[in-house]
């Protein structure tokens, strides 16, 4: 039996917990119609297929979110802005820089095209988060529906994405203090100190400060962490709304012709690109566990902050291009600051606001991810997947402690090693295949769970949702070879991970050999196999 087939047909209450044994002993042989006892290799291959494709239930997950030692402290208005504070940074005021080249002024409607892949993906997220509000974002709905190796490969995925995506963002905020400094004083970091290997330099000093920086706040706790990310949003969509109204002051229409001066395949790829500017509005989810009221809020949360950063990105796009020729962006780093240089002159106030409110953007996104980072880990170890060190919250602060040291760390170095360029790219690709995975999972828990309450449910399912994967598939094509080369490399670690240690500690394991002993108890003629 096909092994998609076999996932859809199976019972839809507790799809997990079917015995490890059939009570049903023996099959008829295809070749002598004679009756034979299920073991051997077979008995082994589908132990193992069935280890492989255990699910949690919904009422699980449910529960372990109920009861989590994470502390309750965020309404929507905080959840809606660790959203915007997640989105919106470095793929606008950076990587930016990087698509106009790919797109000409279509990268305007690169920018639409990303939104519109998210959107599908936002509410699947809405759905699912209402539905299921704990910390592990896709990486549980994807346990609840297409079992632990996909979950675990969309929890890897997620790794890639909110890590490197860090990182990247990272490397964004030191071009653009150096830009700042620049401005103010005329003087810049040594190129060996503020850019990594491959980039011109040896390390990147401030990209690493500034995730340790990060991390020094969340240990303080969630509701500091919102608090901070609050202000930060603030200041930093003000940055945006000041750079749109000085750039529409030297706006000219003329820079817009031709629209597709690369064609459509420009348009694609620059919204492949962009895409990277979207990550992060499912941040929301993974504070389902810190949510006051998740079912209400998450889905409120997700979709709005969505609405809210498409709109200031096109906005953004639209000013920034018609203040400045599009083939002048090739090779800009501090992209929004190039451009209020070159349309109002270097002595004006407005690039040094710009720059200090890019620096602040860039902050919020720092914290937030790497939020996130840590939110999916925690919910990984609780299943067992990874090391339990990183589940153990601390008593005062309801921190996971050891967690955010250590996912802080590794960013760091990160961002300090790392070209922004091919950080960018590889969050893409593991965004987009966690996404995929997201809309399959509303598709598949309409059919398994559809009783289930629901605060949100996606509109016209399964249409939405399979146009979502299908709109995530066609970006995934867009991508380079190197960045599926890389992509192919990291899910091989992956799996080997989880091979030597996710397989085998899963908690999960303690379930199936709790119900192979009722199943022998119940079964004389098991007992007798099994002997």
């Known amino acids: 039996m096909p092994f998609a087939t076999s996932l859809l047909i199976r019972p839809r209450s507790n799809p997990h917990l079917w015995p490890i044994r059939s009570p049903d002993r023996t099959h008829t042989s295809a070749s002598s119609g004679a009756k034979q006892p299920q073991g051997g290799g077979n008995s082994a291959v589908e132990a193992t297929r069935r280890r492989l494709t255990r699910r949690q239930t919904v009422d699980t997950l449910v529960g372990e979110a109920g009861g989590s030692p994470l502390r309750r402290t965020m309404g929507v208005a905080q959840l809606t802005l660790l959203s915007v504070g997640a989105t919106l940074g470095t793929g606008i005021f950076v990587v930016l820089g990087q698509a106009v080249p790919e797109a000409g002024p279509a990268v305007v409607v690169s920018f639409v095209l990303a939104g519109v892949t998210a959107l599908f993906s936002a509410l699947s997220y809405a759905e699912l988060a209402g539905m299921i509000p704990g910390s592990g974002s896709s990486y549980s709905y994807t346990y609840a529906t297409l079992g632990e190796l996909v979950a675990w490969v969309c929890g890897w995925c997620l790794i890639l994405e909110y890590g490197v995506s860090v990182a990247a963002v990272a490397v964004g905020w030191g071009q653009y203090v150096n830009e700042l400094l620049d401005l103010t004083f005329g003087v810049t970091l040594p190129e060996s100190l503020s850019a990594p290997p491959g980039a011109g330099g040896t390390l990147n000093i401030p990209a690493a400060l500034i995730v340790v920086l990060a991390m020094v706040v969340l240990l303080r706790g969630a509701r500091e962490s919102a608090v901070a990310n609050t202000i930060m949003v603030g200041v930093k969509i003000a940055a945006l709304v000041l750079f749109c109204a000085v750039a529409f002051t030297a706006f000219r229409a003329g820079n817009f012709h031709p629209l597709f001066p690369l064609g459509a395949a420009g348009m694609s790829a620059g919204a492949a690109s962009l895409f990277f500017s979207y990550i992060g509005f499912d941040a929301a989810s993974t504070a389902g566990e810190e949510a006051r009221n998740p079912q209400r809020d998450l889905p409120r949360a997700i979709?709005?902050?969505?609405?809210?950063?498409?709109?200031?990105?096109?906005?953004?796009?639209?000013?920034?291009?018609g203040a400045m020729p599009w083939k002048q962006f090739a090779g800009t780093e501090a992209t929004l600051s190039e451009v209020l240089v070159r349309s109002v002159g270097g002595g004006s106030l407005w690039p040094i606001l710009l720059s200090v409110g890019a620096v602040v953007a860039t902050t919020s996104v720092v914290l937030t991810v790497q939020y996130g980072q840590i939110r999916i880990l925690f919910a990984m170890a609780r299943d067992g997947l990874v090391p339990p060190l990183f589940a153990k919250v601390h008593p005062r602060t309801g921190v996971?402690?050891?967690?955010?040291?250590?996912?802080?760390?590794?960013?760091?170095?990160?961002?300090?090693?790392?070209?922004?360029?091919?950080?960018?790219?590889?969050?893409?690709?593991?965004?987009?295949?966690?996404?995929?995975?997201?809309?399959?999972?509303?598709?598949?828990?309409?059919?398994?769970?559809?009783?289930?309450?629901?605060?949100?449910?996606?509109?016209?399912?399964?249409?939405?949702?399979?146009?979502?994967?299908?709109?995530?598939?066609?970006?995934?094509?867009?991508?380079?070879?190197?960045?599926?080369?890389?992509?192919?490399?990291?899910?091989?670690?992956?799996?080997?991970?989880?091979?030597?240690?996710?397989?085998?500690?899963s908690k999960l394991n303690g379930l199936d050999s709790r119900r192979e002993d009722l199943a022998l108890q119940q079964d004389p003629a098991l007992q007798e196999d099994s002997a």
């Not at 979709?303 to 291009?321: D, N, P, Q, R, W």
């Open 400 to 505: 996971p402690r050891a967690n955010t040291v250590i996912v802080s760390g590794f960013i760091a170095v990160l961002a300090a090693l790392v070209p922004l360029g091919r950080l960018a790219d590889a969050t893409s690709i593991g965004t987009l295949f966690a996404f995929m995975l997201v809309n399959l999972a509303v598709v598949l828990l309409r059919r398994r769970s559809p009783d289930t309450p629901r605060s949100f449910r996606v509109p016209f399912s399964p249409v939405t949702p399979l146009l979502g994967v299908g709109f995530c598939v066609y970006m995934l094509g867009s991508l380079g070879g190197d960045t599926w080369i890389a992509f192919g490399a990291w899910l091989a670690a992956g799996l080997v991970v989880y091979g030597l240690y996710g397989i085998r500690h």
């Open 303 to 321: 979709i709005l902050s969505l609405v809210l950063v498409t709109a200031l990105y096109v906005l953004v796009a639209v000013a920034a291009l």
